[in-house]
Structure formats: structure tokens, C-alpha cells
């Protein structure tokens, strides 16, 4: 799939707070609902559903759920590791971590109308993903971020600069401790858009936000 979305690409990754025993009337799944919404009214692109502990049951209606209110809007979602999850929920695709499947093995799979991301480190990882049919990758950590501490140092604008010049036209988006101050940054030295868990957190925020990245 050509990823066709309008500019910067906007990319709200959720927290990871559910829990194998978190259910459909939690509080932390209705919390993502809300988000969701958010997501749509202000115009984020790209929602990635990032709850590692939940059961495929609960996974399973969580994507269908959110799928369901991004329906006819330009707010695309992917769920992540699971791609027969996302397939069966009718969400847009997958993102891959370091842990799952290449892309490779995951696109004759699902098809070239399946949306696939991959999370990258480096300039490596990232040409792997566009080779292996990725329709985009995320590059992170770019700031120095506690979230993505364990993977090492920051890579700074200078490397992202590298590897979004040495892929263009491929998409690369920027992550790791980006905020509202800092995403010109990334976008003028080539990432194509903007990902983040802490800048996408608080959906009273999201329209605020998306309109200062925008601006600036």
C-alpha cells in the first residue's frame, strides 16, 4: 500500500496501560475509546494500538471498536505485532517492533492493501523495512526519552537527517521525546511526520497540538 496521507503525518501511539485482565467496561480501554475520538476530530492520521497485555479476545474488540469510530474519517488504524488481529477487527494494518515478524514474511501474507509500519534504530533497520515491502518506518529514539532508554543514545536530527535523505521517498517518522516545540525540528531535516506516546496522551490537547506542529 502507497501510504497517502496528507502532511506532516501525524501518528498517536496509545500507552500500553491495559492489563490481561482488563475488559471493555475498564476504564483504561474506554480511555482509549476517548482518545480515539479525539484522534479523528483533530485530524491525526495514524492511530497505533500498542496494548501488549491484553488477551486477543479484549484486543480483538478494542481494534474492532476503534476501527469503528474512525470509520469515514482519514484516521487510519493498526494494531500492533497482531496482524491477524488487525486483519480480523477490519483495522488498516500492523505495526512491527523488533519482536515480530519482517515485513517480508508479513506482506505476502496480508496483501498489498495492508498497511504495514515497522519501528527502526538506525539507518539498517530502516532500509531492511522499506526492502522488505514496509509502507513507512518509525525512527526513534531521535530526543532522549525514558521510555526508549534501553535502546541506547539518542540518535539526534543529524542521523535522522541521514537516513531520511538516504531512503526519500520512502517514509521515515520521527519518535522519541518529540513535543510541539521540537517537531519542526524533525520535519525540517526530512521526517515525513511525527509519532509519540507522551505528546498524544491527553486527548483534551490533541487539537492544540496538531495545530501547532502544523503552524510551525
Do not use: W
Request: glycine share 8%.
Amino acid at each position: 500500500m502507497t501510504l497517502k496521507l496528507s502532511e506532516p503525518i501525524l501518528y498517536l501511539i496509545t500507552r500500553g496501560a491495559t492489563a490481561e485482565n482488563t475488559t471493555a467496561s475498564s476504564d483504561e480501554f474506554q480511555s482509549i475509546l476517548e482518545q480515539a475520538s479525539a484522534a479523528v476530530a483533530a485530524g491525526i492520521q495514524l492511530i497505533q494500538l500498542r496494548e501488549k497485555n491484553l488477551t486477543a479476545r479484549v484486543l480483538h474488540e478494542l481494534a474492532e471498536r476503534v476501527v469503528e469510530i474512525t470509520r469515514g474519517s482519514f484516521t487510519k488504524v493498526l494494531v500492533n505485532d497482531r496482524a491477524d488481529i488487525a486483519a480480523s477487527a477490519g483495522a488498516d494494518g500492523v505495526h512491527l517492533s523488533a519482536r515480530s515478524l519482517d515485513a517480508k514474511v508479513v506482506r505476502p501474507v496480508f496483501g498489498d492493501n495492508f498497511l504495514i509500519g515497522t519501528s527502526t534504530h538506525s539507518l539498517a533497520e530502516a532500509t531492511a523495512a522499506r526492502d522488505g515491502g514496509a509502507d513507512f518506518a518509525v525512527l526513534g529514539p531521535v530526543f532522549e526519552t525514558e521510555s526508549k532508554a534501553k535502546y541506547g543514545q539518542p540518535l539526534g536530527l543529524k542521523s535522522l537527517a541521514q537516513v531520511a535523505s538516504r531512503l526519500k521517498p520512502f517514509p521515515i517518522i520521527a519518535l522519541g521525546g518529540i513535543s510541539k516545540v521540537n517537531a519542526s525540528d524533525c520535519l525540517n531535516e526530512g521526517a515525513r511526520g511525527i509519532a509519540g506516546i507522551s505528546l498524544f496522551s491527553d486527548p483534551a490537547t490533541f487539537a492544540a497540538s496538531v495545530r501547532s506542529i502544523r503552524q510551525r
